[in-house]
């Protein structure tokens, strides 16, 4: 992020090109965008403090899977596919479970009976799978980013058997239909996407990292020190999640300054 006299006037490319512009909107987190893409003294001292303090507290994995057929659930049979297999299908069967799967993570250690979140996107939209096969997606929490013991590339293989496993109690031909396996530890999230930490929310959403406080308290309104620059994605203002508040937010401020 180029700046001069305190305000963003364009970006510098890595092959060498710049792109000036009167604003500049990052939808990377505050680390990149703070710590990494401006120089140090390009902001105040109180505020790169703040900025160093966010907490990227992550503690989920990604399973992407191809099956030969979709899962069929003991508890609600369908012939090929039922109304859950286009909605959201959840592995968590009662409050205390989902309290031990955390609490695993609490101790920098992988839940031994982990949440699963799964979608069967090929359910909706045939288009992503041969015709009678899909592909499956499962969230999965707790993975702590940072480990007790051993890396996440040494064991997210044993740690995604476990949660197959886990679903075949359930749906107990998942096993035998599976045709490729993708495990994407917070780690890989982290390489692939450079999201920090491996935190798809871009910051922990935790009270006070919330409302006023995100980023950082007094900058919530995607400002930033530097004139001209704005945050527009999920570290800014109201956070993470599918609703695309934070980019309508942040241009609704630009249109008004510019």
Known sequence: ILTRDGKAYGVGLVGGGVLQASAVASSVDAHLTFECFLRPDDLPREFRHAVAGIDYASASAKINVALSEPPQFTAA?????????????????????????????????????????????????????????????????????????????????????????????????????????????????ERTFGLTGGNIMQGAMNLNQLYCFRPVAGWADHRT??????????????????????????????LRDV
Request: hydrophobic share 35%.
């Open 225 to 254: 020190p530097v004139q001209g620059l704005y945050l527009c994605g999920a570290a800014s203002h109201p956070g993470g999640g599918v609703l695309g508040a934070c980019g309508r937010n942040a241009a609704e401020e630009i």
């Open 77 to 189: 049979p369908a012939n090929p596919l039922g109304p859950h297999h286009r909605g959201t299908m959840h592995i968590s069967p009662t409050l205390d479970f989902i309290e031990r799967a955390y609490d695993d993570a609490k101790y920098g250690r992988p839940s031994q009976e982990p949440v699963l979140e799964i979608t069967l996107p090929s359910a909706v939209d045939p288009t992503l799978a041969p015709d009678g096969q899909h592909v499956m997606s499962m969230f999965v929490q707790y993975a702590p980013y940072s480990l007790a013991e051993g890396s996440w590339d040494d064991i997210k293989e044993s740690f995604a058997d476990r949660c197959i496993e886990l679903l075949a109690r359930y749906a107990p031909n998942v096993p035998g239909a599976i045709l490729h396996r993708q495990v994407v530890s917070p780690l890989d999230l």
